[in-house]
C-alpha cells in the first residue's frame, strides 16, 4: 500500500480504533488528527476549546490536516468528526489519496456511544439527554453533505470492527 488511507465519520463512529486496527493489519503507520493536533498544541482538544475557541480550534485543525496529508509518508488516518466539514477540506482530501472512508452509523448507535462519554465531548458536554439527539440529528443532518463527498460510504451498523476492517480491504 502506497497511499493514504483517511477514516472520516461522525463523533463516536470508531475512527481511531477501526485505523489502529487497519494501520496494524496493513503494516501501516497511524495517525489520529485529534491526538496529533493535542500533541502539536500542548493541550487536550477539550482545553483548546475552552482555552481558544471553537474558531481558533478549527483554523488549527486545518492547519495539521493539510500537514498530514502533505507528507509523503503511506498511513491510516482518521479525522476528528468535524474535520471535513470545514475549508476545503474534502476537496484536499480527495486529491491527497483515493481512499477515504466514511463510517456511517445511525444516530440511535452515536447516541448510545457518546452518551457515556459526553463530558470529554465538547460539542456536547453543555447538554442534556433530551437535547442531544436532537442536536445529533441536527448536525448529522449538515455534516452529510460533505462525508458523503469519500471515496466509499460504509454503512457500520451491526458490524464489527475487524469486519469493518475486513471491507475496507475489499476496496483498496
Ligand atoms: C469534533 C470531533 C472530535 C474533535 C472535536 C470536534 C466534531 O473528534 O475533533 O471534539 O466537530 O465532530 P472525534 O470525532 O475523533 O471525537
Known amino acids: 500500500m502506497k497511499e493514504k488511507i483517511i477514516l472520516l465519520?461522525?463523533?463516536?463512529?470508531?475512527?481511531?480504533?477501526?485505523?489502529?486496527?487497519?494501520?496494524?493489519?496493513?503494516?501501516?503507520?497511524?495517525?489520529?488528527?485529534?491526538?496529533?493536533?493535542?500533541?502539536?498544541?500542548?493541550?487536550?482538544?477539550?482545553?483548546?476549546?475552552?482555552?481558544?475557541?471553537?474558531?481558533?480550534?478549527?483554523?488549527?485543525?486545518?492547519?495539521?490536516?493539510?500537514?498530514?496529508?502533505?507528507?509523503p509518508t503511506p498511513m491510516v488516518i482518521a479525522l476528528g468528526g468535524g474535520t471535513p466539514c470545514y475549508g476545503k477540506a474534502m476537496e484536499l482530501i480527495r486529491a491527497a489519496s483515493p481512499y477515504s472512508f466514511y463510517l456511517q452509523l445511525p444516530t440511535s448507535e452515536l447516541m448510545a456511544r457518546l452518551l457515556p462519554e459526553k463530558a470529554k465531548r465538547p460539542l456536547i458536554a453543555h447538554l442534556s439527554f433530551e437535547d442531544i439527539e436532537e442536536f445529533l440529528n441536527k448536525h448529522l443532518f449538515e455534516r452529510f453533505p460533505f462525508y458523503t463527498q469519500a471515496h466509499f460510504i460504509l454503512p457500520c451498523h451491526g458490524l464489527s470492527p475487524t469486519e469493518i476492517v475486513e471491507k475496507i480491504k475489499t476496496q483498496i
Open 9 to 71: 465519520g461522525y463523533m463516536g463512529s470508531g475512527k481511531s480504533t477501526i485505523g489502529q486496527l487497519l494501520a496494524h493489519a496493513l503494516d501501516l503507520p497511524f495517525e489520529d488528527l485529534d491526538s496529533f493536533i493535542e500533541r502539536k498544541e500542548g493541550k487536550k482538544i477539550s482545553e483548546i476549546f475552552a482555552l481558544k475557541g471553537e474558531i481558533y480550534f478549527r483554523k488549527q485543525e486545518q492547519a495539521y490536516l493539510s500537514e498530514l496529508l502533505d507528507s
